[in-house]
């Protein structure tokens, strides 16, 4: 009986934040205390934006275990294409050096573009497409651009995922020792923001998100040693982006307290 009320007050968290707005999926996994999987347009294709990083860095880590590429080739800094945008990479000198396996690291906790624009470089779109098939059917996850600067914008809303697909691939990172790298990198994730955002320090949150115009993303996984879910939140068409920030975060603390 305790296991369906929490059900139901579960499945209305979900409703209420997708209340009315085509433009938004939500799609929730909790494995504890209770097992309990609910979807909301889980199979509709969104802008991936930055969650498409991801799937990127899993495939070079992929060829890496495949003996294709080697994870500890270093860059320098002065390698990189330059950006526009804020950048890490204005912290380190011109010679300062970074292995593939820190590039990865980076890209995940920061980010950052011009990283990106380098691992693109390592790993085809064929590659990160293949990969994205063992853990998600036909359509629900395709790269066709990558984050150069002129890639950026509209170009980027070819990349696309579905909320289903997302659960799948968290899915993947948590039981497949292969990405356990790029899982406490995610733990790191520099952008405070929506599904950590109001929840307690006691909970670790590897997640990462991902944003264009009117596009307000975040998947991630929770974990504070008894409650453990995982979420993806993909919203298109957002008018307010931060109000959509928001209650991406006001649900995350909603669906612990539902599991307290």
């Known amino acids: 009986m305790q296991s369906d009320l929490q059900h139901s007050k579960l499945e209305k968290i979900l409703r209420d934040f997708a209340a009315g707005d085509d433009g938004r999926t ?12 609910y979807s909301i347009k889980g199979g509709q294709p969104r802008p991936a934006a930055s969650v498409m990083k991801l799937p990127l860095i899993m495939a070079i880590y992929q060829s890496a ?21 804020v950048s890490v990479l204005a912290a380190f000198e011109p010679t300062t050096t ?33 990969l ?5 059917g036909p359509g629900e996850c395709h790269m066709a651009a990558g984050f150069s600067e002129g890639e950026l914008g509209p170009a980027n809303l070819t990349n696309i995922i579905t909320g289903d ?5 968290l899915n993947e ?15 790191n994730n520099m952008r405070g923001n929506r599904i950590p955002a109001l929840l307690p320090e006691t909970a670790t949150v ?3 998100t991902g944003s ?35 209650e991406i975060a006001n649900c995350a603390l909603s669906i612990y307290q539902a599991l307290e």
């Open 173 to 187: 990172l948590r039981v497949n020792p292969l990405y356990s790298d790029m899982l406490k990198a995610m733990q």
């Open 98 to 130: 970074f292995s593939l396996k820190e590039i990865c690291r980076l890209a995940i906790i920061t980010s950052d573009n011009p990283l990106m624009v380098h691992l693109q470089s390592r790993i085809s779109f064929d590659d990160v497409n293949k």
């Open 206 to 208: 590897a997640h990462k």
């Open 132 to 136: 994205s098939e063992s853990f998600a």
């Open 26 to 37: 939500v799609c929730l996994r909790c494995v504890s205390p209770v097992e309990f999987t």
């Open 212 to 246: 264009l115009a009117g596009v307000v993303n975040d998947i991630g996984m929770v974990d504070d040693g008894n409650i453990l879910f995982d979420i993806a939140f993909l919203s298109t068409d957002q008018n307010d982006p931060a109000r959509t920030t928001n």
């Open 65 to 85: 275990a495949q003996n294709f590429t080697d994870l500890n080739q270093r860059t320098p800094v002065s390698s990189f294409a330059g950006t526009r945008y």
């Open 165 to 169: 697909a997302c659960l799948k691939l």
